[in-house]
Structure formats: structure tokens, C-alpha cells
């Protein structure tokens, strides 16, 4: 094939095609197809772990500690510029400088519940793996015809000796 020259630059189509090739076999190996499936499983569960903090964990929590709702809970840095600012969203909306700790709290109960269930999947995993019987060694494979004669011919050297 011909060297194309685009905005300047030397493309060989049989390298590019190559690179191709590579690119896809890397791709369609099975460990990189199982990580994507892993990623998009991930990404499920971590939105049910951040409702399941958000809707069922952290009102009972607000509850207890006299109605307070973590979401809005922040330290306003901005206190010259507005006083007294009563909710996250109103001090963001006026572009207030505020510590935002109530979601980072709720984040880190997420982050804590998503590190105990995967540490209960690996452990689950991990004790399967342990109780499963040993794999059987397959049989050894049939000697070869050659193999055969040759031991014919050691068994018939042994016996004139």
C-alpha cells in the first residue's frame, strides 16, 4: 500500500492497520470485557448505596440528632459578604464560599457501605474458593505408537541381558 501524507504527517496503512488489529484483540479479550461489565454493575450499585443512604439511612440519623438534615449542613466562609444564609442551596445560589461537610458526611457513609459490601463479595469469593474439591488431574495422555515400540524394543534388550 501507498504512504498517504495528511495535514502533513506520513500515514503507512499497513501499520495503522496493524495497530488496528492489535487494538481490537486487546479489547475483545475476555478479562477486558468482564471489567466493563464490572464498571457498568459498579456504577449501578453505587446509585442504590447513595439512595439507600440518602432516602433511608440518613433521615432516621437527622431524626435522632433533632431534625437536622445532612444535606444542607455547611460552614459559610463568605460571612461578611451574607450573614445569614440558611440552606446550601441559597448560599450557593449567591456564589457564597462554603465548606459543604453534611454531603461530604453523606459520602463517606457511602463510600463505607460500598467498601463493606465489597468486602463481604470477596469474602464470599474467597471462602468458595477454599471449600471448592481439587481440581482431578486429567489421565496422563495414551503413549505415542513410537513410544510403544520404542518400549518393546527396551523390554526385549532387558530380557537378552
Known amino acids: 500500500m501507498k504512504d498517504l501524507t495528511v495535514f502533513g504527517a506520513k500515514i503507512q496503512p499497513e501499520k495503522e492497520l496493524a495497530v488496528l488489529r492489535e487494538f481490537k484483540e486487546f479489547a475483545l479479550r475476555g478479562n477486558v470485557v468482564d471489567l466493563a461489565v464490572g464498571v457498568v454493575i459498579g456504577a449501578a450499585f ?3 448505596v447513595t439512595s439507600l443512604v440518602r432516602d433511608i439511612i440518613m433521615p432516621p440519623i437527622g431524626k435522632l440528632t433533632g431534625g437536622v438534615n445532612f444535606k444542607d449542613r455547611f460552614i459559610n466562609l463568605d460571612h461578611a459578604k451574607m450573614p445569614h444564609v440558611h440552606s446550601l442551596t441559597e448560599a450557593q445560589n449567591a456564589h457564597l464560599t462554603v465548606i459543604a461537610y453534611g454531603q461530604f458526611l453523606t459520602t463517606v457513609v457511602d463510600f463505607v457501605i460500598i467498601a463493606f459490601c465489597i468486602f463481604l463479595v ?3 469469593i474467597n471462602r468458595l474458593k477454599r471449600h471448592a474439591p481439587p481440581a482431578v488431574p486429567p489421565p496422563p495422555p495414551e ?3 513410537e513410544e510403544k515400540l520404542l518400549a518393546e524394543i ?3 534388550l532387558k530380557a537378552r541381558s
Open 46 to 48: 453505587g446509585n442504590i
Open 122 to 124: 470477596v469474602k464470599m
Open 143 to 145: 503413549p505415542t505408537r
Open 154 to 156: 527396551r523390554d526385549l
